[in-house]
């Protein structure tokens, strides 16, 4: 019995971090209908910047050598974990941007300062590192002359794109972010893996037999904070307003004079801030290895849960986390621990048979 | 319905000529199944009978294929920056008598496939005189097969599974030791530590990780003691709490753990979350430098089957090594570093050596390798192509590996 | 016998001979490299073409192909390597004399395609009740489980993976002959598919299900046959990996290869048979023209593929197949200074 509910707790605790990257898969898909691939590598990303905090950018002190600095990195480590949720926001809209808004809309004459940068970063980078005088000078110049030299090719391209409907375009272009964020992070951040050291006091609580670890605890913390504060902006903001008004009907909603763009750049920010957060929060206080495939399985599940709880539902997105965390874990604790990854499909593949639109989707019967 | 009887018809009449054509063609190929068929069974490995490439001009092309991106792209950047090393640092030397040795590295993105495509490229199209790689025994096999066939050395770094050199055949070598060894001196130390009772704790994506466990499983059972309990994860996971939980369960002495020091750090702090606190065991894979940044304390006074490659040892030609390395790339080497490294330095002794430098030539040149020394320890090359090599047990005690016990091949009985 | 039959019989041996000419003298002149990418090229386009009939002609959303890829390889080497030595003794079968390279493969293949219809029909089932992206999360998860099954199945060598497996090759270079073969297939029948009576039923499917429901398509008997067909040259095409590259890996079929596989329908434009061929020789020998780029090979790549999209989202050929006759048509139209269509 008490083995039973510790792998419960345990599987709570492994559903509320699915929960937490499922939410962006949710948004995403309930505003857009995309299935956004690169959300997974968001929360890599929201990884990296918790690791540079951590070890670069934010003065902390290694505990096993200053125990006593405690509270001050528990400050910094809240700091590290706002610096990942801005940053991965900013990714977030950056993707929405210009690899899928081009897409609904038709490439912009701006797009082609973005393009001009991408394609001045190779090129600079032979000369020297970007921090370098030569590299980020030569970098800055090409990025502005390729940029105005693109801008008439994007007219030209504008004029002759058709655009399409199909939501299969949309899930290549996801893909091509997702291996886009997976190489250049390669590139960006090294193949080699690594490790964040204790930047946050750690002990173990031992309740009648069942053991807490005060890392995982304060993971299942934040992601319920987190989550409380998306149900507010999502329920009693404007902009959440808007969301949901775009989920129900994207037409009517800009009938209705919702600036539809800039609500989709928000739910991507929100999104993409959620899984950093997840991202930084996992680096820093299970100190599993970063590296540039990190967010590969979690987003994978993550992702399943989405679907699994119905997807473009919120609640559902939590419910999906929580089912595929418990159902993971007690598989992995019993003798078949080999097919804990199948479980997961083969649940939703059930599921999905009975409920087609997942557990709490809403299954919409189509018109003619 | 007439549309569907005539494809019918059309569709047997295809079969029907297809099987007599191919039926012409069988005694034509009399059961050859190609350079790498099945056709192994203990003893003499596949013999190839191809030239493979000889040098021309003053440069030795030598043949790299790496993963250098994909799921394994650590594993792979840090053997070929073990390799490069070797490969720079034979050639500041003088090179092979006067010859400049050229590396040519190739990704395969961590996959099969592309490791065949690669290699066939490196053999036909730049034609190396020979060819190291790939850490994933796969992809050596792969990799392996297509050298056979062009009768091209190869010598693969760290790829343990026995299959890689006994099933491709007698061009393909290797520097490390294999699985079985591995696990045996394994078993042999939890057998004279006095445990009875272990788990297993492996990766069931990896090959090597499955390899060593069964391997040790069956040692160990042979030396008395009982496996507990087995359970599984995969790369790439973060989570190994319900797994470590129900080990708990089964009160195991020691726990083995199979695997690479990217996993293995979260296991033992999770162990510890779990309140399992007895020593784990591991292999090779755990050597690096980042196994107590990823682990902290967790790992204190645990133990893991290694090269004979330590500091402590007080060979010069691992401080060398560790030095140069340290300089080159300003990180410390992990032993994948430390096996590229010393698969080049094979390769380049037996250049050296060769009568010829051509295929046959540098392959008996490798074949002949009697105790060189590497950084991971003395090589010598047996019939099947495995290096004989000494192996240490290291225990963790702080941010340090001490060394713990020496086995040889013969203390195990391999 | 009838003429069309004659007639059909005389197109097919023609078209074994010109196939047997060019693996016997075209393939043995080709650099080994370059064949091997050639061969590597063959198969995905089996691949992209048979998931075009899926996703292209019949309007699913199948992102699991490799999954039925895995099960045909499996198939066939399970058959090579182990089932085969067991049997070929057997004294009252005496398959010993009768059972050579050609006629191995040929009952591989055919047992490599048959389980994966198997499998094809048991995922197709599931797309009577779902739609899009639920279907695709199926077929996804499909691929997957197939996947972890392979990794725990001993028998077939678990992460290990299968070795051994009698090549191709023989004497001759019969490997493309085999390739091209099979490529020849997929084309043939998804094109006579879409320009026949019945694959207009499929086209229907795509465009409206409900509509197609309504004018009496069997709106399930299409999908599933779809879905077995499509596995069945996934299934084939796995044979002739297994067969070629003679060693296989559960690792070789990871969800990136369906991913790659489904990248392919689209980047050619979904429901084009042609695109399908272009995009997958396209994404098959790009990153081998990338080498050279190093590092930044698999950054280009991915960079290549989102501005594909953007600039051209129909993909490469739309909806348009490649003809000579059309191409012809298209020229004397220009010279006639009407519009092109």
Known sequence: ?368 | MRQTHRNIVVGAAMLSGILTFGGCKDPGTGGGTGSTGGAVSGGARPKSTASGNSVTGNEILVGEYASLTGGTATFGQGTHNGIQLAIDEANAAGGVNGKQIVLKTEDDASKPEQAQTVVTKLCTDDKVVAVLGEVASTRSMRGGSVCQKYGVPMITPSSTNPDVTTKTGDCVFRVCFTDDFQAAVAAHFAHDQGYKKVAVFKDIKNDYSVGFAKNFTDEFSKLGGSVTGEQTYQEGDTDFKAQLNTLKGQSPEAILVPGYYSEVGTIARQAKDVGLNVPLIGGDGWDSPQLIPGAGTALEGSFFTDHYFSVELDNPDTKKFIDAFKAKYNTNPDALSALGYDAAKLLVDALKRAKTLDGPGIKDAIASTKDLTGVTGKVTIDANGNARKSALVFQIKGPNFKVFKTYTPEQIGK | MARWALTRLAGISATLAILYFISVFVGPRMQEYVLNVVILCGIYVVLAVSLNLINGITGQFSIGHAGFFAVGAYTGAAWSVLWLPRIIDLPFLKLGTFVGDATNLLIALVLGALAAGIAGFVVGLPSLRLRGDYLAIVTLGFGEVIRVLLLNTEAVGGARGMSGIPALVGSFHMELFWVLLLVMLVILVSRNLMRSVRGLTFLAVREDEIAADAMGVNTTKVKVTAFVIGSMFAGAAGVLYAHFFTGISPDAFDMNSSIIITTMVVLGGTGSITGSVVAAILLTALPEFLRFLKDYRMVIFSMTLIIMMLTRPQGIFGHREFSLRGLFRRKERRREGSAPV
């Open chain 1, 1 to 368: 019995m008490q083995a039973l509910v510790q792998q419960l707790i345990y599987g709570i605790q492994l559903g509320s971090l699915y929960a937490l990257i499922a939410l962006g898969y949710t948004m995403v898909y309930g505003v857009l209908r995309l299935i956004n691939f690169a959300h997974g590598d968001v929360y890599m990303v929201g990884a990296y910047v918790g690791f540079y905090a951590c070890t670069k950018w934010l003065p902390f002190k290694d505990l096993t050598t200053n125990p006593s600095a405690g509270t001050a990195n528990f400050a910094f480590a809240i700091l590290a974990l706002l610096l990942a949720m801005v940053l991965c926001a900013v990714l977030g809209t950056v993707i929405e941007r210009f690899a899928y808004r081009p897409l609904r809309n038709g490439l912009q004459q701006a797009d082609a300062h973005f393009w001009g940068i991408i394609a001045a970063l190779p090129v600079a980078l032979r000369f020297g590192p970007l921090l370098s005088p030569l590299g980020g000078g030569l970098f800055i110049v090409l990025a502005v002359t390729f940029g105005f030299a693109l801008r008439p090719v994007m007219t030209w391209l504008r004029r002759r794109i058709v655009l399409s409907t199909s939501r299969l375009n949309a899930l290549i272009t996801a893909i091509g972010v997702s291996l886009l964020l997976e190489n250049g992070g390669l590139l960006v951040f090294g193949a080699d893996q690594k490790f964040i050291g204790n930047v946050v006091p750690e002990t173990n609580w031992n309740l009648v037999g069942i053991q807490i670890s005060s890392g995982q605890f304060t993971i299942f913390c934040i992601s319920l904070v987190l989550m409380a504060g998306l149900r507010y902006i999502v329920l009693y903001t404007r902009r959440g307003k808007a969301m949901r008004a775009i989920s129900h009907d994207i037409e009517a909603a800009k009938l209705m004079g919702i600036d539809t763009d800039r609500v989709i750049s928000f739910t991507f920010a929100l999104g993409a801030a959620l899984a950093g957060a997840g991202g930084m929060m996992v680096a820093t206080l299970t100190h599993v290895k970063v590296s540039p495939l990190f967010g590969l399985l979690p987003g994978l599940k993550a992702f399943v849960a989405a679907v699994l709880g119905g997807a473009g539902n919120i609640p559902g997105a939590v419910l999906g986390g929580l089912v595929m965390g418990i159902a993971e874990a007690f598989v992995a604790g019993s003798a078949y621990s080999t097919y804990k990854d199948a479980i997961a499909f083969c649940i939703l593949i059930l599921v999905l048979l009975v409920r087609p639109a997942g557990l709490l989707g809403k299954n919409v019967a189509e018109k003619v």
